[in-house]
Each structure stands twice: as C-alpha cells, then as structure tokens.
C-alpha cells in the first residue's frame, strides 16, 4: 500500500471548516484514498472514500488532486465533537477474497477549540 | 453505539493465565479483523479472516489465537502473554473485499500484569 504522510496536528475554531491535508505521492492508478477518524476511547469510524472524483457525504468532503499525489478532508462546520485523530489511508482494493487489508498511518490529531 | 460488539470492555490478566477476547456482529458480513493499538499509536493489523478463513496473519506471536467459529462471531484467544501485549484490541468487520468501510468495535482494553 502506498505511505501517506499528514501532519502530526491541528487545530481549528469551533463553525469554521477543517482542512486535513494527507500527501501520497507514491499512489498507484488503483489504490483507493480513505479516511478514518478515532475519537478518544473509541474504535475507528470511517468517514469517507475516493478513487479520482471528489466525494461528498453527510459527514465531509474529499477532494483529491488531479495527479492524485494528494487530497484534503473537508469537516464544513467543525464541533467540538470533531476532536479526534483523523487518519487518511491508501488502500489496493480487493486483495483478498471477501477482505481487505487497511493500514493505518500516525494520522492527524485535530482539536476543535470553542 | 457501535454495530461490533466486543466483550469484555476490560481484562486484567496475569502473565500465566488463559483468556479470550469475543467479538460479534450481526450485519451478514463475511471478513473480521483484528487489530492491536498501543497508547498513542495507530491501529496495527494482526488477523484477517474471510469466509471464516484465516486470510491473513500479519506475523503476530502465537500466544495469540485467533478463532472464528461462524460468520458472525470472532474470538481472539490469549495464552501467556507479556505485560508488553497491555493494548487497547479492536475487532472490525466488512461486508465483501470491494470498497466497502470496516465497522469497528470500541475493544478490550487489556493490562497484563
């Protein structure tokens, strides 16, 4: 799997849009760009996938770059329930019949401040 | 909440004794995992399993054990362990090998003494 690298931490103002960056410059054609988060005492939750497009759910937006080297995950409208590690994570898909095989990076510890 | 069910939420062991980490879920999915965490450290992938399978065992010591009895049920069983082996376990599950997300469970938090 392609090595990913994001910043140790960050911060950002309660209301305002959290901006995580995750470089992958090593990302071949097939490999898929996902990102967890794992607040305090919790397992990992997953939050949002790409392949080439930008994606958008409920919970944030991926844009990827046009040479896929990175992206950058989107929390619109941070809370103070958005304090979390948030770990972004290039996966070969369908390895194995029926699974998969995820590997975490250190990930970004983000704090949402009031 | 959360839809992988891991039991117990706490284990304190002695190095000597024999335990066993449960995980279930009820969601049809056909992979389980297992992961280890130490503090302030990314999950680490120890078993895949697929279909009941051992698909992958990623060189971890066999004072870990794993078993999956059925499709829905996942226990990772525990024999003379090191006090180095105190992490927080985490069992996650899938529905196929496509792009489908892992559910994970919130662990054992596991102390060995």
């Known amino acids: 799997d392609a090595k990913t690298t994001q910043p140790t931490s960050m911060d950002c103002a309660e209301g305002r849009a959290a901006n995580l960056p995750c470089n992958h410059s090593?990302?071949?054609?097939?490999?898929?760009v996902y990102w967890y988060r794992q607040i305090h005492s919790q397992g990992p939750q997953y939050i949002i996938h790409?392949?080439?497009n930008n994606e958008t759910n409920e919970m944030a937006s991926l844009i990827i770059t046009e040479d896929r080297k990175s992206s950058t995950l989107i929390l619109p409208h941070a809370t103070l329930r958005d304090t979390a590690v948030y770990y972004c994570i290039v996966r070969v898909p369908f390895i194995i019949q029926g699974a998969q095989k995820l590997v975490f990076g250190q990930g970004t510890r983000l704090t949402i401040n009031p | 909440d959360t839809e992988v069910t891991q039991t117990p939420k706490h284990l304190v062991m002695g190095m000597t004794n024999k335990k066993s980490l449960k995980c279930e879920q009820h969601?049809?999915?056909?992979?389980m995992y297992w992961y280890k965490q130490k503090a302030k450290k990314p999950p680490e992938l120890m078993f895949v399993?697929?279909?009941?399978?051992?698909?992958i065992n990623e060189s971890v010591p066999s004072r870990f054990s794993p078993e999956c009895p059925n499709s829905s049920l996942l226990n990772l069983h525990l024999h003379a362990l090191q006090p180095e082996d105190s992490a927080l376990y985490l069992c996650?599950?899938?529905?196929?090998?496509?792009?489908?997300?892992?559910?994970f469970g919130n662990g054992t938090r596991l102390t060995v003494t």
């Open positions: 090593t990302i071949s054609g097939n490999e898929y």
């Open positions: 969601m049809g999915h056909r992979a």
């Open positions: 996650a599950s899938s529905p196929r090998g496509d792009n489908s997300p892992l559910h």
């Open positions: 399993y697929s279909y009941e399978k051992l698909s």
């Open positions: 790409g392949l080439k």
